[in-house]
């Protein structure tokens, strides 16, 4: 499985980005992949292909109207672990001994 986490943005389309970024979350919810939205980022988890597909998918969508594109995209793969978004977590908070904020 892979934990891909992935920010997408247009480097010339002004300050204001959430509509260009909301065509990526739209794909992203939309592929049935396990994912978590951040501020910053969104994580996505899935099998290589499931996963590198849809990183295609939103650079694809962002490539239609926009000159310049910065993809910030980090890999974390681990053959023998599923559901990583939420047991990753679950694990530092074991270790803290309490729930953290999200």
């Known amino acids: 499985m892979v934990l891909a986490e992935l920010s997408i943005y247009p480097l010339d389309k002004g300050v204001s980005l959430s509509k260009y970024v909301a065509r990526s979350l ?3 919810d939309g592929c049935g992949l396990p994912y978590q939205f951040t501020p910053m980022s969104t994580i ?3 099998e290589w292909d499931e996963v590198m ?3 295609n998918r939103c650079f694809k969508a962002m490539e239609a109207d926009c000159d310049r594109i910065s993809t910030s995209l980090r890999l974390d793969y681990r053959k ?3 559901n990583a978004i939420k047991s990753k977590v679950e694990s530092v908070e074991d270790k803290v001994g309490r729930k953290l904020k999200k």
Do not use: N, S, T
């Open 80 to 82: 023998d672990r599923k």
């Open 44 to 46: 996505i988890e899935g």
């Open 26 to 28: 739209d794909i992203i």
């Open 53 to 55: 597909d849809v990183v």
